[in-house]
């Protein structure tokens, strides 16, 4: 029994432990890279040169921090939101390719299967939001839920439109299919799904331009104002590690995964997945915020329809292609 | 057993923007009564930074006054002082030689473009977040703040509270050294100035969050008592240093930037215009400074305190927020009787109690962001 | 140190062992170095001293280099830097952000005024010191202090984390027993003076037709309201503007034993806040006026300051804890 304990919990084990070595540094490379782009240095004097025990000392200084609940709240649903945005974030990685050649849960439907599992985490902010009986974290919830519920359409069509023209689900298939030319230099559609892709993955990551929820300069800070010590250092990470998740999706999709012009290996969907961070990184960096009502109109009018076109043209070219 | 609805109305929801909150620039405390996104009625708050400076002035001499009056505005201390010594001046009847009026233009020009560069920064802070886009903008322009602040610390000794105005002159000469830095200041301030402005007012983000925000009609604009560049904004075309020029501001050649639709993009815009505007007269001010002398008050060893006339008067100067006026009743001793300081940022933030009802959390930051009110000035 | 000194203790008997001395001390050590890399201040600036520590945090002098975010929500925030002059209205509101914060937490004092009060710290409505509100850990003295004296003083903040100091200081020399008023003083009699205004005076009702015929011949723009206190009355004084003409008109009101006089804020929409601050500073009533409540002052406030016979010093001491409330906090903390 204990052998098939340890085979099951090996594989898991090790993913999570280098997922939460690479996503600590992507923080710390999100301070250099707006450091750079806002003419500054970034962390530099914390492990000298280039502050690379930032992260390290940011996780050691949340640990001992008081853990403060407040008075009026529920501790256990206060307590359940952060865990349960991490299980959850860190449960969608069992489906990718990331670090053995095979993914630990390989099935059929496994693209659709990240995006359920991936949507999951509205309940865990919402019940962070609503248990942390603050008004500002309340505004902040319902704007997001709204936004992420919306913006769960585009998404999946966006990735449904490759799938239609490869024929099948599963990323064994998809990456199969890249071999000689990779999704976004499909002539039309590629595109297409690819920049509607980004503009879904940037409002179900709650980024700049669609980061409404923690809306500083209003909401003081969203959902987490309450939290402090380990339960923000929760939220911090999964955050990241969800958004990491995306980009890995991006990349075994759009850019051929271990594909690669000169050579192939696994190493490639993880540099291919940061070059996309960093594109999301640069934006982050330069744009300003909209405002809710304007981000659910260009959703609802301008998105969907151009997305369900798009679909409509993927079926045809499909069809056509079967015919001859 | 019929089942009823029974279907309860809450009210509205109340959310307190409270005295400390990033974006409200300074110590500002906005009560909101929500529906939904919607914003139905406000309570606003004032008084947070109250240092009672008109009973402050009635212990006081005249001389000591300029430093304690800098700190009022603090965005721009220079245009504070000057206002004060031009009243004085002009009580007593003082003439001030051309070349420390040219100083004393310059100092205030310089300190009017460092000004408008934070409320854009800020501003950007407020409609990015300090953790996105915004802060990029605001760290571009507090960037080249950084290098008119450097020919202030040449020209002055510190960086933003001078003390160069004195009743009768200023403090110090503008050395030869320092006016080769501020020609090399213009040159390369200007194409940065330009290339901000079309960064900004091309935007597309930023044109879909402050078009049809806040829009001041005319007659909403000539009631309030509002000044400076948010009554502009509606196509009111005054400006203290055209209107009743002060100072040498009539030997100048310069423009009044005006807006059309009294939004809160024209009121951005007109603000960047107007540090083209200003660089325009610095660099008239450097080609041609006159020689002389820059005090006009004798003995300089031991000057006597300053001792106007019986009587009151009231003067008034441009700052970068507005009129900023000085109304000083003197009983002919060293020590005023009372001074008054009209404040643009006080009657500019009345306005808020009209804009806001009707608009959404978002669009208040934005319309509070374009009022550019600064707590010093208000409270005093 | 919250949790991690409360389980320290509980391992108490762990100590007694040999060696362990050497463990406990490199932890703590090791924690006070992440303490003190990564400090995240609390956005908090109240007057000029907060424009220089923006420029502290901007690319010239960048603070991020030494790990520093702004956090804009108290509970993760570390550390305060109270910029700017505090006053009484402020007082309370530091007093509760402060509790609000969590944790480990330190509060540097930047700049003269929020150290002493500066030259304001006589006035009726100023807390003269941040020390008398919350404890203090650093002072970092200028009026402003440049950007290379703020990071002075988080440097010095961070050899003081470094040593292990993680309760505040209390500045215990004079903390009262209770809560205290203090007692009005007597001051020398303020000779006030004869009328000194020499520009147009009209009388008291007459004003609502006045203003509404100046209104009508476009001298829409009112830039202010006040008063001025001679020795047997109080003078209102208005001032007018019209822009096309660029005109001004100054009138001036005696107010004999009743303070009372029409309101003009449904002439003038701008009169509103104007004739607050009246009412505030000197205590005449407007009627008619729709809101008429303190706005400079607190609204529990006694008095009117601006009258000549109001003393300088202040009213009433700004909230202050009491011992038993500091040594509740070094408790715990």
Redesign the interface.
């Given at each position: 029994m204990l052998d098939s304990f340890i085979i099951f919990a090996t594989p898991i084990f090790k993913t999570i432990s280098i997922l939460i070595l690479i996503v600590a540094y992507l923080v710390w490379l999100e301070r250099k890279v707006a450091a750079k782009m806002q003419s500054r240095v970034g962390p530099y004097n914390v492990g000298y040169p280039h502050g690379w025990l930032q992260p390290l000392a940011d996780a050691l200084k949340l640990m001992t921090k008081d853990d403060a609940i407040p008075k009026n709240s529920d501790s256990l649903l206060f307590n359940f939101g952060p865990i349960w945005i991490m299980v959850v974030s860190l449960a969608s990685f069992a489906l990718l390719p990331f670090y053995f050649e095979n993914p630990m849960l390989n099935v059929d439907l496994s693209l659709m299967l990240f995006i359920a599992i991936s949507s999951l985490i509205i309940i865990g902010i919402f019940v962070a939001g609503w248990s942390s009986n603050n008004k500002y974290a309340l505004i902040s919830v319902l704007r997001m839920t709204a936004q992420i519920i919306s913006y769960e359409i585009p998404l999946i069509i966006s990735l449904l439109i490759p799938c239609i023209l490869i024929g099948s689900l599963s990323f064994g298939e998809i990456i199969r299919f890249q071999e000689d030319v990779w999704i976004i230099f499909y002539p039309v559609l590629g595109q297409i799904s690819f920049i509607i892709f980004m503009i879904s993955a940037l409002a179900e990551g709650n980024r700049i331009p669609f980061d409404l929820s923690e809306a500083e300069s209003e909401l003081i800070s969203g959902y987490t104002t309450e939290y402090s010590g380990i339960n923000f250092a929760l939220f911090y990470l999964a955050e990241y590690v969800h958004l990491f998740g995306i980009c890995i999706l991006g990349s075994i999709i759009f850019f051929g995964g271990p594909n690669g012009p000169i050579f192939s290996g696994n190493i490639l969907i993880v540099i291919k997945a940061l070059l996309f961070f960093t594109l999301i990184l640069f934006i982050r960096w330069s744009f300003f915020r909209i405002r809710i009502d304007q981000l659910l109109k260009f959703n609802w009018i301008k998105l969907i329809p151009l997305s369900f076109t798009g679909l409509l043209l993927a079926c045809l070219v499909k069809y056509y292609m079967d015919f001859n | 057993m019929e089942d009823r609805i029974i279907e309860r109305d809450f009210g509205d929801?109340a959310?307190n923007m409270?005295?400390?909150?990033?974006?409200t620039h300074?110590?500002f405390r906005l009560k909101l009564y929500?529906q939904g996104?919607r914003i139905n009625k406000i309570e606003s708050f004032?008084?947070?930074?109250?240092?009672?400076v008109?009973?402050?002035s009635e212990?006081l001499t005249y001389d000591q006054l300029p430093p304690?009056l800098e700190?009022d505005d603090?965005?721009s201390p220079t245009s504070n002082s000057l206002g004060f010594i031009n009243a004085v001046e002009k009580i007593c009847e003082i003439e001030v030689s051309r070349k420390s009026s040219y100083i004393r233009v310059l100092v205030a020009e310089l300190q009017r473009i460092s000004s408008h560069l934070?409320a854009l920064g800020t501003y950007?802070?407020?409609?990015?977040?300090?953790?996105?886009?915004?802060?990029?903008l605001?760290?571009?322009c507090?960037?080249e703040?950084?290098k008119i602040?450097d020919v202030m610390e040449d020209l002055t000794g510190t960086?933003?509270?001078t003390n160069m105005n004195q009743i009768g002159g200023v403090r110090y000469d503008v050395k030869t050294e320092s006016i080769n830095k501020i020609k090399k200041l213009i040159k390369e301030l200007k194409p940065v100035l330009e290339d901000y402005a079309n960064m900004v007012s091309k935007?597309e983000?930023?044109m879909?969050?402050t078009k049809n925000i806040g829009i001041i009609s005319k007659k909403?604009a000539?009631?309030?008592?509002?000044?400076g560049p948010i009554v502009r904004g509606s196509g009111?075309?005054?400006d203290v240093r055209k209107?009743?020029p002060y100072e040498c501001y009539s030997e100048f050649d310069f423009n009044i930037p005006l807006g059309i639709n009294g939004d809160a993009y024209d009121r951005t815009i007109i603000r960047m215009q107007e540090n083209i505007e200003s660089l325009k007269i610095v660099e008239q001010i450097i080609q041609g400074i006159p020689s002389g002398d820059i005090h006009s008050r004798k003995p300089l060893k031991s000057p006597k305190l300053t001792r106007p006339p019986?009587?009151?008067s009231?003067f008034?100067i441009e700052s970068p927020r507005g009129?900023l006026?000085f109304?000083i009743?003197?009983?002919g001793t060293a020590i005023p009787?009372?001074m008054?300081i009209?404040a643009p940022s006080?009657?500019n933030?009345?306005l808020v109690?009209?804009l806001l009802p009707g608009t959404?959390?978002?669009?208040?930051?934005a319309i509070l962001g374009s009022l550019d009110p600064v707590?010093?000035d208000v409270?005093r | 140190m919250g949790n991690v000194n409360k389980s320290l203790k509980d391992i108490g008997s762990f100590m007694k062992l040999p060696g362990a001395n050497l463990f406990i001390s490199s932890t703590k050590d090791l924690f006070n170095w992440a303490q003190k890399s990564s400090l995240w201040p609390l956005s908090f600036g109240l007057a000029c001293c907060a424009i220089e520590m923006m420029a502290t945090f901007s690319s010239r002098y960048d603070l991020d280099r030494l790990g520093m975010i702004t956090r804009a929500s108290p509970r993760q925030a570390d550390l305060m830097i109270v910029a700017g002059t505090v006053t009484v209205k402020m007082a309370e509101r530091i007093k509760t952000l402060y509790d609000q914060m969590a944790g480990p937490k330190w509060v540097i004092a930047a700049g003269s005024c929020a150290i002493s009060g500066d030259h304001y710290r006589h006035i009726y409505s100023v807390v003269p010191g941040v020390d008398w509100v919350i404890p203090v850990d650093v002072y970092v003295p200028g009026c402003p202090p440049t950007p290379e004296a703020f990071i002075d003083g988080i440097l010095e903040l961070q050899k003081i984390i470094g040593k292990g100091k993680t309760s505040p200081t209390y500045n215990t020399s004079s903390i009262p027993e209770e809560k205290t008023l203090s007692p009005l003083e007597v001051a020398k009699p303020v000779k006030k003076s004869k009328n000194l205004i020499e520009s147009k005076f009209i009388d008291k009702n007459e004003i609502l037709n006045f203003s509404k015929e100046l209104k009508n011949n476009g001298f829409t723009y009112l830039k202010f309201i006040t008063a001025t206190d001679f020795d047997s009355n109080i003078v209102l004084t208005y001032l007018l503007g019209n822009n096309t003409r660029n005109k001004d008109v100054e009138f001036n009101i005696q107010l004999g034993e009743d303070l009372t006089i029409d309101s003009l804020s449904d002439i003038y929409s701008g009169a509103d806040w104007q004739e607050r601050e009246v009412f505030d500073l000197f205590g005449i009533r407007f009627i008619g006026h729709p809101n008429l409540k303190r706005i400079m002052m607190p609204d529990e406030w006694i008095g009117h300051p601006l009258r000549k016979d109001y003393v300088m010093d202040a009213h009433f001491y700004p909230y202050r804890p009491t011992r038993k409330e500091y040594e509740k906090w070094k408790t715990e903390l």
């Open positions: - | 929801l959310v409270g005295p400390q909150h990033p974006s300074g110590v929500l996104e004032l008084g947070y930074l109250h240092r009672g008109e009973k402050l212990k304690v700190r603090y965005l934070v950007g802070l407020d409609l990015g977040g300090a953790l996105g886009g915004g802060a990029s605001f760290l571009y507090f960037r703040r950084e602040l960086r933003f509270h935007d983000i930023f879909k969050r909403l000539e009631e309030s008592g509002g000044s009111i075309n005054f209107n009743k019986k009587g009151s009231y008034s009129e006026g109304f009743v003197s009983d009787y009372r008054k009209r006080f009657s933030l009345s109690e009209k959404f959390i978002a669009d208040s930051v707590f010093g409270d | -």
